[in-house]
């Protein structure tokens, strides 16, 4: 690049992820993927905005699915993907696509990379079906892959399995600016400073902040959260933050 050119700005890179699977919605199953994959796109470079949970039925995965791609730039879906009768993701991402699915020869020859002949049932063979025009995620842990189709990307609910296809998948997405942040622990109640942050806020609107109260050793706390893409803007805000916790905690006279 020559001194005279400048590096085009990068955009705001969405996403959204979709969990399936009745086990998760029962309390069965506790899930582990979505503050894994939250931190994960943030790290890289890309918002998450919104995370959906259906059960296991053709109708709501394809109504939820359609939905969310129309409106991110991504949508990364759990679950569903495995041997038994009620993993069927992969027919409900096909029926959104309007795309036929059958038995994938790529995902065959993976599957036997781990599986005899004898070993390779018919449930098994479920887990290479993909959607027709899909490319395959590769699993190095289990080998069934998951699959990517437009802006979705289809991965296992096991989080081991699904955090390996993250690695597989990452290098492959969009990225954007990423989003900063600064957190000070104001030693105050969050109700002392609701008002104090209401107007920092409103006077730094390029500006999220945010209040978490906890329980500390000293009793109630709160950590305040400041978020920009912006570097400069983040530390004005942040140096507002921090005077006005310096001044609330002084003694009311």
């Not at 939905?67 to 409900?92: K, Q």
Request: aromatic letters at 4%; glycine letters at 8%.
């Amino acid at each position: 690049m020559s001194e005279n050119e400048t590096a085009a700005p990068k955009s705001i890179v969405t996403a959204a992820i979709l969990v399936i699977g009745d086990e998760i919605l029962s309390g069965r199953t506790k899930d582990k993927n979505i503050g894994y994959i939250a931190e994960y796109l943030t790290n890289i470079g890309i918002e998450l905005r919104e995370v959906r949970v259906v059960p296991d039925v053709t109708d709501e995965i394809v109504a939820a699915l359609n939905a969310l791609r129309a409106r991110y730039t991504y949508v990364f879906t759990t679950g569903g993907i495995g041997p038994t009768h009620d993993d069927i993701t992969a027919d409900a991402v096909a029926a959104a696509f309007g795309v036929s699915i059958d038995h994938d020869p790529r995902a065959v020859a993976m599957l036997r990379e781990r599986f005899s002949e004898a070993d390779l049932n018919e449930a098994r063979l479920r887990m290479a079906r993909i959607p027709a025009g899909a490319e395959l995620i590769a699993n190095s842990i289990s080998k069934a892959p998951g699959f990517n189709i437009g802006n979705v990307y289809v991965m296992a609910g096991v989080p081991s399995i699904m955090q390996a296809m993250m690695d597989v998948v990452a290098p492959t997405l969009k990225t954007g600016v990423k989003v900063l942040s600064d957190t000070v622990r104001a030693g105050l109640k969050e109700g002392d400073i609701g008002g104090a942050l209401a107007e920092i806020a409103k006077a730094h609107p390029g500006v999220s902040i945010g209040s978490y109260p906890f329980w500390s050793e000293t009793g109630p706390d709160t950590n305040i959260v400041v978020r920009s893409r912006d570097a400069q803007m983040l530390q004005a805000a942040m140096d507002e933050v921090k005077a006005m916790v310096e001044r609330e905690r002084q003694p009311k006279a």
